[in-house]
Protein backbone atom coordinates (compact mmCIF):
# COMPACT_ATOMS: atom_id res chain seq x y z
CA UNK A 1 0.00 0.00 0.00
CA UNK A 2 2.69 2.64 0.85
CA UNK A 3 4.43 2.03 -2.43
CA UNK A 4 1.13 2.52 -4.38
CA UNK A 5 0.87 5.65 -2.61
CA UNK A 6 4.39 6.84 -2.63
CA UNK A 7 3.95 6.51 -6.88
CA UNK A 8 0.75 8.51 -6.36
CA UNK A 9 2.32 10.96 -4.91
CA UNK A 10 5.19 10.85 -7.60
CA UNK A 11 2.84 10.78 -10.51
CA UNK A 12 0.99 14.14 -8.66
CA UNK A 13 4.56 15.82 -8.43
CA UNK A 14 5.71 14.77 -11.41
CA UNK A 15 2.30 16.21 -13.39
CA UNK A 16 2.52 19.25 -11.39
CA UNK A 17 5.86 20.16 -11.95
CA UNK A 18 4.73 19.85 -16.37
CA UNK A 19 2.30 22.25 -15.20
CA UNK A 20 4.43 24.38 -13.26
CA UNK A 21 6.82 24.35 -16.33
CA UNK A 22 4.15 24.75 -19.12
CA UNK A 23 2.89 28.01 -16.87
CA UNK A 24 5.90 29.53 -16.20
CA UNK A 25 6.95 29.10 -19.68
CA UNK A 26 3.90 30.35 -21.31
CA UNK A 27 3.53 33.73 -23.70
CA UNK A 28 0.74 35.85 -23.13
CA UNK A 29 -2.78 35.13 -25.05
CA UNK A 30 -3.17 36.97 -28.06
CA UNK A 31 -5.55 37.57 -30.93
CA UNK A 32 -3.57 36.79 -34.29
CA UNK A 33 -3.33 34.45 -37.04
CA UNK A 34 -0.98 30.94 -37.52
CA UNK A 35 -0.23 29.74 -40.69
CA UNK A 36 0.78 26.06 -41.16
CA UNK A 37 3.21 24.81 -43.34
CA UNK A 38 0.73 22.83 -45.63
CA UNK A 39 -0.91 26.07 -45.92
CA UNK A 40 -3.64 26.21 -43.97
CA UNK A 41 -4.23 28.82 -41.35
CA UNK A 42 -5.59 29.35 -38.19
CA UNK A 43 -7.46 32.38 -36.55
CA UNK A 44 -8.14 33.04 -33.02
CA UNK A 45 -6.51 33.67 -29.60
CA UNK A 46 -2.44 32.15 -29.78
CA UNK A 47 -0.50 31.18 -26.96
CA UNK A 48 2.95 29.42 -26.89
CA UNK A 49 3.93 26.84 -24.36
CA UNK A 50 7.70 26.73 -24.26
CA UNK A 51 7.98 23.45 -22.38
CA UNK A 52 6.01 21.46 -25.20
CA UNK A 53 6.62 23.36 -27.83
CA UNK A 54 3.74 24.00 -29.60
CA UNK A 55 0.53 26.62 -29.58
CA UNK A 56 -2.67 27.01 -28.79
CA UNK A 57 -5.48 28.65 -30.85
CA UNK A 58 -8.52 29.27 -29.97
CA UNK A 59 -10.91 29.43 -32.86
CA UNK A 60 -13.20 32.64 -32.16
CA UNK A 61 -16.25 31.43 -34.05
CA UNK A 62 -16.97 27.98 -32.52
CA UNK A 63 -14.55 28.40 -29.12
CA UNK A 64 -12.68 25.25 -29.79
CA UNK A 65 -8.95 25.26 -28.80
CA UNK A 66 -6.16 23.25 -31.41
CA UNK A 67 -2.57 22.53 -30.56
CA UNK A 68 -0.46 22.42 -32.97
CA UNK A 69 3.62 21.50 -32.82
CA UNK A 70 6.03 24.47 -33.63
CA UNK A 71 7.49 22.17 -35.92
CA UNK A 72 4.19 22.27 -38.38
CA UNK A 73 4.41 26.04 -37.92
CA UNK A 74 5.72 28.33 -41.02
CA UNK A 75 4.42 31.84 -39.70
CA UNK A 76 3.00 33.54 -36.58
CA UNK A 77 1.09 36.85 -36.93
CA UNK A 78 -0.17 38.98 -34.36
CA UNK A 79 -0.65 42.45 -33.69
CA UNK A 80 2.44 45.53 -32.88
CA UNK A 81 2.75 44.68 -29.13
CA UNK A 82 1.67 48.20 -26.38
CA UNK A 83 4.67 50.11 -25.58
CA UNK A 84 6.74 48.54 -28.51
CA UNK A 85 6.88 51.84 -30.45
CA UNK A 86 7.69 54.37 -27.45
CA UNK A 87 10.11 51.94 -26.31
CA UNK A 88 12.20 51.67 -29.67
CA UNK A 89 12.18 55.25 -29.75
CA UNK A 90 12.99 55.82 -26.76
CA UNK A 91 16.55 53.10 -27.16
CA UNK A 92 17.17 54.98 -30.81
CA UNK A 93 17.25 58.82 -28.52
CA UNK A 94 19.58 57.00 -26.16
CA UNK A 95 17.13 56.86 -23.38
CA UNK A 96 17.96 53.29 -22.35
CA UNK A 97 17.18 52.96 -18.82
CA UNK A 98 13.41 53.84 -19.48
CA UNK A 99 12.91 51.46 -22.40
CA UNK A 100 14.06 48.47 -20.09
CA UNK A 101 11.17 47.28 -18.14
CA UNK A 102 8.25 47.27 -21.26
CA UNK A 103 10.99 45.81 -23.32
CA UNK A 104 11.29 42.86 -21.06
CA UNK A 105 7.81 42.40 -21.05
CA UNK A 106 7.55 42.51 -24.42
CA UNK A 107 10.26 39.38 -24.88
CA UNK A 108 8.92 37.98 -22.13
CA UNK A 109 4.71 37.79 -23.25
CA UNK A 110 5.61 37.29 -27.03
CA UNK A 111 7.92 34.36 -26.82
CA UNK A 112 7.32 32.81 -30.10
CA UNK A 113 4.46 35.06 -31.45
CA UNK A 114 5.57 36.17 -34.60
CA UNK A 115 9.14 38.13 -34.67
CA UNK A 116 8.26 40.49 -31.50
CA UNK A 117 9.98 39.07 -29.21
CA UNK A 118 13.24 39.12 -31.28
CA UNK A 119 12.82 42.68 -32.33
CA UNK A 120 12.69 43.33 -28.37
CA UNK A 121 15.31 41.41 -27.52
CA UNK A 122 17.56 43.35 -30.00
CA UNK A 123 16.29 46.83 -28.83
CA UNK A 124 16.98 45.55 -25.69
CA UNK A 125 20.33 44.56 -25.40
CA UNK A 126 21.54 47.80 -27.73
CA UNK A 127 20.03 49.86 -24.62
CA UNK A 128 22.55 47.30 -22.04
CA UNK A 129 25.43 47.78 -24.43
CA UNK A 130 24.78 51.64 -24.51
CA UNK A 131 24.82 51.65 -20.69
CA UNK A 132 28.23 49.57 -20.79
CA UNK A 133 25.98 46.18 -19.49
CA UNK A 134 27.82 43.70 -22.03
CA UNK A 135 26.81 40.68 -19.80
CA UNK A 136 23.25 41.65 -19.81
CA UNK A 137 23.14 42.11 -23.29
CA UNK A 138 25.06 39.23 -23.68
CA UNK A 139 22.70 37.29 -21.63
CA UNK A 140 19.27 39.08 -23.49
CA UNK A 141 20.41 37.79 -26.89
CA UNK A 142 21.60 34.16 -25.95
CA UNK A 143 18.33 33.46 -24.57
CA UNK A 144 16.36 34.22 -27.46
CA UNK A 145 18.81 31.90 -29.81
CA UNK A 146 18.09 29.67 -27.56
CA UNK A 147 14.97 29.10 -28.35
CA UNK A 148 15.25 30.39 -31.66
CA UNK A 149 18.68 29.88 -33.27
CA UNK A 150 18.12 31.11 -36.74
CA UNK A 151 18.10 34.57 -34.54
CA UNK A 152 21.91 34.34 -34.43
CA UNK A 153 22.34 34.83 -37.88
CA UNK A 154 19.44 36.76 -39.22
CA UNK A 155 17.89 40.33 -38.47
CA UNK A 156 19.04 43.27 -35.82
CA UNK A 157 19.73 40.71 -33.27
CA UNK A 158 22.18 39.31 -34.90
CA UNK A 159 24.50 42.26 -35.07
CA UNK A 160 23.70 43.61 -31.80
CA UNK A 161 25.05 39.82 -30.77
CA UNK A 162 28.09 40.56 -32.46
CA UNK A 163 28.77 43.94 -31.04
CA UNK A 164 28.34 42.86 -28.04
CA UNK A 165 30.92 39.92 -28.28
CA UNK A 166 33.02 42.45 -29.80
CA UNK A 167 32.84 44.59 -26.56
CA UNK A 168 33.34 41.93 -24.57
CA UNK A 169 36.58 40.38 -26.68
CA UNK A 170 35.16 37.04 -26.91
CA UNK A 171 37.09 37.13 -30.49
CA UNK A 172 36.81 33.13 -30.70
CA UNK A 173 32.87 32.71 -30.17
CA UNK A 174 32.34 35.91 -32.43
CA UNK A 175 34.43 34.37 -35.51
CA UNK A 176 32.24 31.45 -35.00
CA UNK A 177 29.28 33.43 -35.39
CA UNK A 178 29.95 35.33 -38.34
CA UNK A 179 31.40 32.02 -40.23
CA UNK A 180 27.88 30.45 -39.61
CA UNK A 181 26.08 33.86 -40.16
CA UNK A 182 28.03 33.60 -43.57
CA UNK A 183 27.74 30.15 -44.61
CA UNK A 184 23.93 29.87 -43.39
CA UNK A 185 22.12 33.60 -42.95
CA UNK A 186 20.69 35.25 -46.07
CA UNK A 187 22.54 37.85 -48.34
CA UNK A 188 21.57 40.60 -46.30
CA UNK A 189 23.34 39.36 -43.06
CA UNK A 190 26.22 37.59 -44.65
CA UNK A 191 27.31 40.38 -46.38
CA UNK A 192 26.86 42.05 -43.02
CA UNK A 193 29.12 39.38 -41.34
CA UNK A 194 31.65 39.55 -43.64
CA UNK A 195 32.27 43.84 -42.78
CA UNK A 196 32.44 42.55 -39.27
CA UNK A 197 34.92 40.06 -40.02
CA UNK A 198 37.03 42.01 -41.80
CA UNK A 199 37.16 44.51 -39.31
CA UNK A 200 38.46 42.80 -36.62
CA UNK A 201 40.93 41.90 -39.28
CA UNK A 202 41.64 45.50 -39.57
CA UNK A 203 41.66 46.44 -36.17
CA UNK A 204 44.78 43.44 -35.79
CA UNK A 205 46.39 45.89 -38.62
CA UNK A 206 45.60 43.14 -41.48
CA UNK A 207 45.00 45.51 -44.62
CA UNK A 208 45.12 43.07 -47.04
CA UNK A 209 43.24 40.23 -45.61
CA UNK A 210 40.61 42.76 -44.60
CA UNK A 211 40.49 44.34 -48.19
CA UNK A 212 40.36 40.86 -49.75
CA UNK A 213 38.26 38.73 -47.84
CA UNK A 214 35.89 41.43 -46.45
CA UNK A 215 35.05 44.69 -47.96
CA UNK A 216 36.19 44.07 -51.46
CA UNK A 217 34.11 40.83 -51.77
CA UNK A 218 31.15 42.65 -50.02
CA UNK A 219 31.98 45.65 -52.78
CA UNK A 220 31.93 42.81 -55.52
CA UNK A 221 29.65 39.94 -55.24
CA UNK A 222 26.94 41.84 -53.31
CA UNK A 223 26.12 44.67 -55.33
CA UNK A 224 22.57 43.69 -54.30
CA UNK A 225 23.05 44.72 -50.53
CA UNK A 226 22.85 48.25 -51.65
CA UNK A 227 22.22 49.37 -47.86
CA UNK A 228 26.06 47.77 -46.70
CA UNK A 229 27.24 49.00 -50.49
CA UNK A 230 28.64 52.25 -49.85
CA UNK A 231 30.82 51.23 -46.33
CA UNK A 232 32.10 48.81 -48.37
CA UNK A 233 33.57 50.99 -50.80
CA UNK A 234 34.97 53.36 -48.57
CA UNK A 235 36.65 51.26 -46.61
CA UNK A 236 37.62 49.42 -49.70
CA UNK A 237 39.18 52.68 -50.98
CA UNK A 238 40.98 53.63 -47.36
CA UNK A 239 42.07 49.76 -47.70
CA UNK A 240 43.86 50.61 -51.06
CA UNK A 241 45.07 53.56 -50.50
CA UNK A 242 47.02 52.19 -47.21
CA UNK A 243 48.72 49.58 -49.37
CA UNK A 244 49.75 52.17 -52.07
CA UNK A 245 47.36 51.00 -54.76
CA UNK A 246 45.87 54.98 -55.67
CA UNK A 247 44.09 53.89 -58.85
CA UNK A 248 42.18 51.28 -57.44
CA UNK A 249 41.06 53.51 -54.44
CA UNK A 250 39.92 56.58 -57.08
CA UNK A 251 37.86 53.69 -58.69
CA UNK A 252 36.17 52.64 -55.44
CA UNK A 253 35.61 56.55 -54.45
CA UNK A 254 34.00 57.04 -58.04
CA UNK A 255 31.94 54.35 -57.73
CA UNK A 256 30.22 55.36 -54.34
CA UNK A 257 29.78 58.80 -55.47
CA UNK A 258 28.40 57.51 -58.80
CA UNK A 259 25.87 54.99 -57.53
CA UNK A 260 25.21 55.90 -53.89
CA UNK A 261 25.82 60.16 -54.12
CA UNK A 262 23.46 60.84 -50.92
CA UNK A 263 25.09 58.68 -48.67
CA UNK A 264 27.15 59.22 -45.56
CA UNK A 265 29.80 58.08 -46.74
CA UNK A 266 29.76 59.45 -50.29
CA UNK A 267 29.77 62.77 -47.98
CA UNK A 268 32.60 62.06 -46.48
CA UNK A 269 34.87 61.28 -49.71
CA UNK A 270 33.58 65.23 -50.78
CA UNK A 271 35.30 66.38 -47.45
CA UNK A 272 38.55 64.27 -48.29
CA UNK A 273 38.16 60.46 -47.20
Not at 110 to 135: F, V
Not at 139 to 145: A, D, G, L, W
Not at 150 to 163: C, F, I, Q, T
Request: net charge positive.
Amino acid sequence: MKRNTMKKHRSLIAALVVLLVGAISASAAVKGVIYKRDGTKFEGTIQWFGATQEYSVTRGGDGITLKISSAEVAKVVVPKPSGFDAAQKAVRGGSYAGAIRPLEQIVKNYERLGDWDIKAASLLATAYLGMNQYPQAKTMCEKIIRVNPDAARSGDLARVYWDVLEKMKLEAKLKSVLTDAIKSGGREVAAVAQMKRADIELSKGNVKKALVEGYLRTAILFRDVKDIQPEALLKSAKCFQQIGRQSEAEKMRKRLLEYFPQSPEAKQVRRGA
